[in-house]
């Protein structure tokens, strides 16, 4: 056993054994389940720390048999994977602790973590078909896991799109190791190009799916929007991740020939302005908290395919991008999404004419919430500025599409600014004093930590 081995054996056995026990824990009481949430807590940040011991000592090389493979872009992804279900767990505790399911939940999120963190490493097809078999079938549990009408429509949805996304993922990746040789590794030299684009279209077909992005977005307003708000605030944050990182995990080791690289940055592209505009236009028009964050995480993903299109190009800025994007996008998405779990479970309503008066009552919260929305439009110093920054320094030499991502992420201005400024009209709102509260503040707080020190990781990988 190397060291890397260690680092990647201590998450896997740590998140399985909490998985796997805490289902016994919990006898009913509120005290069993506060261990038991507090066991999955504890576990996720041991994790966190691990990983970035990983990053931060430079640990480098094949682990488990040469099946992963630790490198800065999957320690970062995994990172951001664990920071967003920590999140998740710790503002979920007012609102699951009134269900019967709330055991299973959280042993399912711990399940899709451990999934996550391996495609965020994988060097391994059978890893990665693997890995998304235990973390997607846990996301679709989670979906419906309240068991009422809207969150089981939208779980249903949600899980029939899943398996058209698997489908396609599969019948991808028997073309991609054909074109390979029948190998099952995901460093490809010299492939079969006809067999190759192929498997190819089918995976990146198949993971826009799983990520929303366009043009295959029409089920994720449906399960943002009908799906309970603890929910949504992990499948839009860490389950999120799955898609990405299979998606960069895929195309990261290839080099491929001209024209063929060209014909893989033009999907991409394509991809990525499709998913700007569309995002950005069917945002404006909503005026529910859930919707606006629905349809504009089709334009945050359209950001990130700035980065999967010019991976072809300028592979090391690129990797780095995706990711450092991807930690700000999961902290917000799954920050915001429990203040508006926390704004419904108080009020019943989610439209921006209820937020009045959120900062005379509550300044912190007010504030905090604005900070994760400034982080997704891309204000400096904040993470999402860096993430956005070193995206359209890696298009550089692809001037229209850095021209249009720059235009794009002003147009979003149009619909994050308006919720800063209902929150700070004068109103009636009061929240009560939850977990939802402490969560949304502590993702702000590591918005900004981590927007401070961005530029040393991207100083310190690229």
């Given at each position: 056993?190397?060291?890397?081995?260690?680092i990647?054996?201590?998450?896997t056995?740590?998140?399985?054994a909490?998985?796997?026990?805490?289902?016994?824990?919990?006898d009913?009481s509120?005290?069993?389940?506060?261990?038991?949430s507090w066991?999955?807590i504890?576990?996720?940040?041991?994790?966190?720390?691990?990983v970035s011991l990983?990053?931060g000592?430079r640990?480098?090389?094949?682990?488990f048999?040469?099946?992963?493979?630790?490198?800065?872009?999957g320690?970062l992804l995994s990172?951001?994977?664990?920071?967003?279900?920590?999140?998740?767990?710790?503002?979920a505790?007012n609102?699951?602790?009134e269900?019967?399911?709330?055991?299973?939940f959280?042993?399912l999120?711990l399940?899709?973590?451990?999934?996550?963190?391996?495609?965020?490493?994988?060097?391994?097809?059978?890893v990665?078909?693997?890995a998304w078999a235990?973390?997607?079938?846990?996301?679709?549990?989670?979906a419906?896991?309240?068991k009422d009408y809207?969150s089981?429509?939208?779980?249903?949805?949600?899980l029939?799109?899943?398996l058209?996304?698997?489908s396609?993922?599969?019948?991808g990746?028997?073309?991609?190791?054909?074109?390979?040789?029948f190998g099952f590794?995901?460093?490809v030299?010299?492939?079969?190009?006809?067999?190759?684009?192929l498997?190819?279209f089918f995976?990146?077909?198949?993971?826009?799916?799983?990520?929303?992005?366009?043009?295959?977005?029409?089920?994720?307003?449906?399960v943002?929007?009908g799906?309970?708000?603890?929910?949504?605030?992990?499948?839009?944050s860490?389950?999120?991740?799955?898609?990405i990182?299979?998606?960069?995990?895929?195309?990261q080791?290839?080099?491929?020939?001209?024209?063929?690289?060209?014909?893989?940055?033009l999907?991409?592209?394509?991809i990525?302005?499709?998913s700007?505009?569309v995002?950005?236009?069917?945002?404006?028009?909503?005026?529910d908290?859930?919707?606006i964050?629905?349809?504009?995480?089709?334009?945050?993903?359209?950001?990130?395919?700035?980065g999967?299109?010019?991976?072809?190009?300028?592979?090391?800025?690129?990797?780095?991008?995706?990711?450092v994007?991807?930690?700000?996008?999961?902290?917000?998405?799954?920050?915001?999404f429990?203040?508006i779990?926390?704004?419904?479970r108080?009020?019943?309503?989610t439209?921006?004419?209820v937020?009045n008066?959120l900062?005379s009552?509550?300044?912190?919260?007010?504030?905090?919430?604005?900070?994760?929305?400034?982080?997704?439009?891309?204000?400096?110093?904040?993470?999402g500025?860096?993430?956005?920054?070193?995206?359209?320094e890696?298009?550089?030499?692809?001037?229209?599409?850095?021209?249009?991502g720059v235009?794009?992420?002003?147009?979003s201005?149009?619909?994050?600014?308006?919720?800063?400024?209902?929150?700070?009209?004068?109103?009636n709102l009061?929240l009560?004093?939850?977990?939802e509260r402490d969560?949304?503040i502590?993702?702000?707080?590591?918005t900004?930590?981590i927007?401070?020190?961005?530029?040393?990781?991207?100083?310190?990988?690229?």
């Open positions: 056993m190397n060291v890397g081995d260690l990647l054996g201590i998450p056995a740590l998140l399985t909490v998985a796997v026990t805490i289902l016994y824990m919990d009913g509120e005290s069993s389940f506060s261990r038991v066991t999955a504890v576990s996720v940040i041991i994790s966190i720390i691990v990983g990053l000592l640990i480098h090389g094949y682990a048999s040469n099946t992963v493979v630790l490198d800065d872009t320690y990172i951001a994977a664990a920071i967003a279900t920590l999140i998740t767990l710790l503002g505790n609102t699951i602790v269900w019967k399911t709330r055991t299973s959280v042993s999120v399940l899709t973590l451990l999934g996550t963190i391996f495609i965020s490493l994988a060097a391994n097809v059978l990665i078909v693997s235990i973390a997607s079938a846990a996301s679709y549990a989670i419906m896991i309240r809207s089981a429509d939208a779980g249903i949805k949600y029939v799109m899943g058209v996304s698997s396609l993922m599969i019948f990746f028997s073309l991609y190791i054909l074109s390979s040789g590794s995901l460093i030299a010299d492939p079969i190009y006809p067999l190759f684009l498997g190819s995976l990146i077909v198949a993971f826009s799916f799983k990520i929303g992005a366009f043009p295959f977005q029409a089920w994720l307003p449906d943002y929007t799906s309970d708000r603890v929910a949504v605030s992990f499948i839009s860490t389950s999120k991740v799955i898609g990182a299979a998606l960069l995990r895929v195309f080791f290839v080099k491929l020939a001209q024209p063929y690289d060209l014909y893989l940055f999907a991409f592209a394509i990525s302005v499709g700007m505009v995002g950005n236009v069917t945002a404006f028009s909503r005026r908290l859930s919707a964050l629905a349809f504009s995480s089709i334009s945050q993903v359209g950001f990130l395919m700035i999967f299109s010019m991976i072809v190009f300028q592979p090391q800025i690129a990797e780095v991008a995706i990711a994007q991807t930690i700000a996008y999961v902290i917000a998405q799954a920050g915001l429990l203040f779990n926390a704004l419904d108080a009020t019943g309503d439209s921006l004419s937020l008066g900062s009552s509550d300044r912190s919260l007010a504030i905090s919430v604005s900070l994760l929305l400034l982080s997704l439009l891309g204000i400096p110093p904040l993470l500025f860096w993430g956005k920054l070193f995206l359209f890696s298009s550089f030499s692809q001037p229209w599409l850095l021209v249009l235009i794009n992420s002003a147009i201005a149009g619909y994050y600014i308006p919720i800063i400024r209902e929150m700070f009209k004068s109103g009061r009560p004093l939850t977990s969560s949304v502590l993702a702000s707080i590591l900004v930590t927007g401070f020190i961005a530029p040393l990781i991207f100083l310190l990988v690229v």
